[in-house]
Antibody, heavy 123, light 108 residues
Framework: QVQLQQSGPGLVKPSRTLSLTCAISGDSVSSNSVTWNWIRQSPSRGLEWLGR?????????DYAPSVESRITINPDTFKNQFSLQLTSVTLDDTAVYYC?????????????WGQGTLVTVSS | SSELTQDPAVSVALGQTVRITCQGE??????ASWYQQKPGQAPVLVIH???SRPSGIPDRFSGSRSGNTASLTITGAQAEDEADYYCKSRDSSGNHYVFGIGTKVTVL
């Protein structure tokens, strides 16, 4: 079955860059029928979709307006994974971060989730 | 503020039926998907599309849509259904995703 395994530091200093990786097993980052997403959750913001990457003959990205100037999501076809980079973090970026898959077969729904990574922004 | 409106909390007696609603203009164009989240765990998809359940989700969970309101119904609630439930749709641009604030379901 499809599984997503997240990795990355749980503590980031203010103004630095948050970096997380999501390793995919049981599916391909280059699949034409899925998108690969990052979502975060905090008490103040609830569940917040951050952005996605996907392949449809070429690579595409979409980002949430709230983070568009600071976010990059990149696929890694060699390692079959995708990553999140969020620059210039502040205390407000403290949250649990999830990677998640959207499958065409699941009607545009997040059908597979990573285990979540608590990222704390603190000096 | 979220483009999707959910009641913060609802309670249901064991074995009874509860309906959780989510309001948003996007539902006139898109179906909701619904997620169950228990403390310390990642959300789990329970309903997608018109009314489809992923493998392993009990048939006591069902979904519907009317106008600008999407609903998740639990028929014969069990103790293990106590959780937070989130709806999801697209935003007004249609290019991004948004979630409701979540409804905490308590099974009495």
């Amino acid at each position: 079955q499809v599984q997503l395994q997240q990795s990355g530091p749980g503590l980031v200093k203010p103004s630095r860059t948050l970096s997380l990786t999501c390793a995919i097993s049981g599916d391909s980052v280059s699949s034409n029928s899925v998108t690969w997403n990052w979502i975060r959750q905090s008490p103040s913001r609830g569940l917040e979709w951050l952005g996605r990457t996907y392949y449809r003959s070429k690579w595409y990205n979409d980002y949430a307006p709230s983070v568009e100037s600071r976010i990059t999501i990149n696929p890694d076809t060699f390692k079959n994974q995708f990553s999140l980079q969020l620059t210039s973090v502040t205390l407000d970026d403290t949250a649990v971060y999830y990677c998640a898959r959207i499958s065409v077969a699941a009607d545009d729904s997040f059908d597979i989730w990573g285990q979540g990574t608590l990222v704390t922004v603190s000096s | 503020s979220s483009e999707l409106t959910q009641d913060p909390a609802v309670s249901v007696a064991l074995g009874q039926t509860v309906r959780i609603t989510c309001q948003g203009e996007s539902f006139r164009s898109y179906y909701a998907s619904w997620y169950q989240q228990k403390p310390g765990q990642a959300p789990v998809l329970v309903i997608h599309g018109k009314n489809s359940r992923p493998s392993g989700i009990p048939d006591r969970f069902s979904g519907s849509r009317s106008g600008n309101t999407a609903s998740l119904t639990i028929t014969g609630a069990q103790a293990e259904d106590e959780a937070d439930y989130y709806c999801k749709s697209r935003d007004s641009s249609g290019n991004h995703y948004v979630f409701g604030i979540g409804t905490k379901v308590t099974v009495l």
